[in-house]
């Protein structure tokens, strides 16, 4: 079985930078070029990352179960499994996979079959960040939650788990429009009572009573659901008003979609009459709007990776009692969509 | 171990039922009520499928290696791997699964990790339709591509594959705004050569010809990439010209996207004065535009299904040297982008 080192004289390079290439740990550190030469003299040698070659002596597979609530109804989904996969695959490890569906039924024959197959840890990942009551789990076995958080953290196990900063993203949306010049700015909301909801209205507040800037209740709508026509009809609530507010921050891409569409309905140009914030920088949305759309990004591949990180880092023998727990940053990703209310229009329109 | 009988007393119900609703083969057959209480006894029994108890005393480790180009790239990958991954559920299988992120030179150790982990059979999903190079793999594996084709089909194995009836969804795209009375139907397209952008033009081609329509090749744009903003521009090509088409079919939804984008800028309303398809009905996009999108399903999940299902043939003991090949229809969602040309508008404007 090929080594690192045979992986070194073959790529003509030295065996640490072989063992950063094949670790993933070589961004910045190495060019695409040696990068790719290091790639193709593993993948022509054979070359298998050692915790697999030493697994074959062990008790564990190197594999890890990754039982998932709902990939089908998502187009996140990808983001959290690549991410996961990524870190495992870089460490030698694999994921066994089951999606329920979101039909928790299911979970304890799911976490039967990837338990029969000795899965050395399990993944729990939920497609959008909730609240999670886990099934009865084998004792031992190291369990992380992926974009949830334990219902009940009362049960003797160190559950670590890793959620998005729905506050911190927000704050962030909120005081970019702030910068920008905005000091009356909507909120586009929807109803559902989950972590998110909650999280951005507390990010929004915060943003406000941080700039000294009073916050307006009848400038925060709901709408029906997480939809683009429901959102379009919360945001023309907001714009029809004669005080209409000159900035909005959308609970979701797709509710900024709506937003785009009200706007245009009542003839007020984005950017220049108003600016939009987004959530969840979600492909083929955000960046295919016109102007495209400033947002923020959920980090879902991060996410994925610090999951399989936690579980690994159990896996090495980490006994803390403790929970690990991680509020994955969720930044700004800046596009078209904001810029310096226009003060003199506004005024006409007031006039 | 819990039988399916047990499940059966449990629930209340014939050991058929039991069997039909675990193995997926319920629709139409039993109530939302009678699943729920079937898959609610298997799971307070910790019912785990007769194949998985079986699979214990044989060599099988009921395991299918998914081994993916790209799931992180694509919003798409969810549908296919949720059809493989329920299918193969259904019937006592896990997948484990390894994506390369389109580096093939990590095809081959990936593998190599895969068999390590004594996988019964192979599935190779691309993330979108193209012709696949496989890497050596076991004799006696199992495989079969998922959304592509063999590049070479000489290598002695039968490799089994599903693809996505390109031609057949085009041509349906077209015939739906031949059927409303459209005769000028322009087609944006896009520039790479691949098996979509061949297919579909057959397709375009195909539906005019049956209809004893002519084409008129200076209707067929290439946007330079397939987003929004070259889409835009490509239909702006076409739109700004006196004799517009008044129907539009459009490579993709997010060239499509573009096509709204065009025609609302040049004052052309949809469909009233220009009627939009689609092709991918993707999530989030098709159905937000307004009007929302007709357009044509890739069928994503029915070929990950599909995917499965061909291996388990295999492995139930299908040795037919042919390769197993399905074209998976690719049909027809209709929703507000077609109608009946307005001539009256047209005539008007050609004075």
């Known amino acids: 079985m090929a080594t690192q080192k045979d992986v070194a004289v073959r790529a003509g390079v030295s065996v640490a930078t072989v063992s950063m290439v094949l670790a993933g740990r070589d961004a910045g550190r190495v060019t695409p070029l040696v990068r790719a030469a290091v790639q193709r003299a593993a993948a022509e040698l054979g070359y298998v990352p050692n915790l697999i070659a030493r697994g074959l002596k062990t008790r564990r597979t190197h594999t890890i ?84 958080r334990p219902a009940n953290e009362d049960d003797g196990r160190a559950i670590d788990w890793v959620v998005p900063d729905e506050v911190g993203g927000a704050r962030a949306a909120v005081e970019e429009l702030i910068r920008a010049g905005h000091s009356r700015i909507g909120f586009c909301t929807q109803r559902d009572d989950v972590p998110a909801t909650r999280g951005r209205l507390a990010g929004y507040i915060a943003a406000h009573r941080d700039a000294g800037l009073d916050v307006d209740e009848s400038l925060i709508v709901a709408a029906d659901d997480n939809t683009a026509p429901h959102g379009a009809n919360a945001a023309a ?85 403790q929970p690990r727990i991680r509020v994955m940053p969720a930044p700004l990703i800046r596009r078209g969509s904001v810029q310096t209310p226009n003060v003199s229009r506004l005024r006409r329109q007031h006039a």
């Open 65 to 148: 179960g990754l039982l998932s609530d709902a990939v089908a109804s998502t187009p996140f989904a990808g983001q959290l499994l690549a991410g996961a996969q990524q870190e495992a695959w870089n460490r030698g490890y694999l994921l066994l996979s089951i999606d329920t569906g979101g039909d928790h039924a299911l979970d304890a024959p799911a976490i039967q079959a990837l338990t029969q197959r000795h899965i050395d840890a399990l993944v729990y990942a939920c497609m959008y960040h909730r609240e999670v009551q886990l099934p009865p789990l084998p004792a031992g076995l190291p369990v992380v939650i992926l974009d949830g």
């Open 237 to 321: 609530h907001l714009l029809r008003r004669p005080d209409r507010p000159t900035g909005l921050f959308c609970f979701s891409d797709r509710i900024a979609m709506g937003a785009y569409r009200a706007a245009r309905a009542l003839d007020l140009g984005v950017p220049s009459d108003l600016s939009i914030v987004g959530f969840d920088n979600q492909e083929f949305v955000a960046d295919s709007l016109a102007p495209p759309l400033t947002t923020i990004q959920l980090p879902h591949f991060e996410m994925g990776r610090w999951s399989a990180q936690a579980v690994l880092r159990r896996l090495s023998g980490d006994d803390d009692p």
